[in-house]
Nanobody, 128 residues
Framework: VQLQASGGGLVQPGGSLRLSCAAS????????IGWFRQAPGKEREGVSC????????YYIESVKGRFTISRDDARNTVYLQMSSLKPEDTAVYYC??????????????????????WGQGTLVTVSS
């Protein structure tokens, strides 16, 4: 299983970026996918999650209304559209797969210990 996160970069406050998480075949179906971030000197935090069906979503309070998560299982890819970016969004962003297969499609959470495979991270820097 491999996950490849991409799309990070330097952006000015108020700008937008779209992160992508490309997975190897057979990774995404029936698993929730989470996006996490870790800023320098801070603990990793769950930013967003999408359930295996796409019906259940989670966003940390600080990104609600600005970030949108989506998935395209045909392309084995999950996206995180980030808009109205703020300097406090600066961090390395990681995607990860939930360790539990969910046939109901409702499982979605931000507990990093319940995610087993992680991408390498992509750096997002919001600065003028």
């Amino acid at each position: 299983v491999q996950l490849q996160a991409s799309g990070g970069g330097l952006v000015q406050p108020g700008g937008s970026l779209r992160l992508s998480c490309a997975a190897s075949r057979f990774t995404l179906p029936y698993r929730a996918i989470g996006w996490f971030r870790q800023a320098p000197g801070k603990e990793r935090e769950g930013v967003s999650c999408i359930s295996s069906s796409g019906d259940s979503l989670y966003y940390i309070e600080s990104v609600k209304g600005r970030f949108t998560i989506s998935r395209d299982d045909a392309r084995n890819t999950v996206y995180l559209q980030m808009s109205s970016l703020k300097p406090e969004d600066t961090a390395v962003y990681y995607c990860a797969t939930d360790r539990q297969i969910d046939l109901n499609g409702s499982r979605c959470h931000d507990d990093p210990y319940e995610y087993d495979y992680w991408g390498q991270g992509t750096l997002v820097t919001v600065s003028s």
